[in-house]
């Protein structure tokens, strides 16, 4: 398994910083409840929430679709202990990709009569999303190729890294 770099920390922490500005902004403060999806998205929440400069509570909600590189249905047994009637709810994803994770996600909670439900990824694949639902903040958009590294996985290695890599499995 090879690694070939596609993201340095530079360029991450620029677009976090740009992003907790924006929403920061975008909420004029009104309180928000960041919902961070697990396990991925683990170091993207803890250094974004720290660009948003707002009253928050902090959330926690664990979803896998992946196994390996292949795409799997999701796990539809979430269970939601936590808040969601009249919050304003910020996803926080490390990567929209089909899209199927977030789209579950805020239909699951749409239930729940939140105020205002927004979503914020750090990468985005264009080409592989399949749903209409607006991505409201995005740190980049990538290929449709396999990423590791700050929180990415495969089948649970290289979270740790500091920055972002494109796995070659040949
Ligand atoms: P989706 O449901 O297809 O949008 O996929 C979303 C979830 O799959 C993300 O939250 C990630 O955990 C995982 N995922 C999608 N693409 C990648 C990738 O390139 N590398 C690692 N994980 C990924
Ligand atoms: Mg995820």
Redesign the pocket.
Known sequence: MQLKKLIDKKAINNNIKQMGADITKYYQNNPITVVS?LK??LLFTSDLIREIDIEMNIEFLK????KG?K?KS?KSDISIDFNIKGKNILIV??????????NYIVNEFRKYNPNSIKIATL?F?PS?YNFNMKIDWIGFNIKD????GYG???NELYRNKKCIYKLNDE
């Open positions: 999806i991925g998205s979803i896998a679709s992946y590189t795409r999701i994803e490390d990567i929209v990709d089909s899209g199927n994770t977030v990468l694949k592989s190729d396999f990423v590791v990415l996985d495969y």
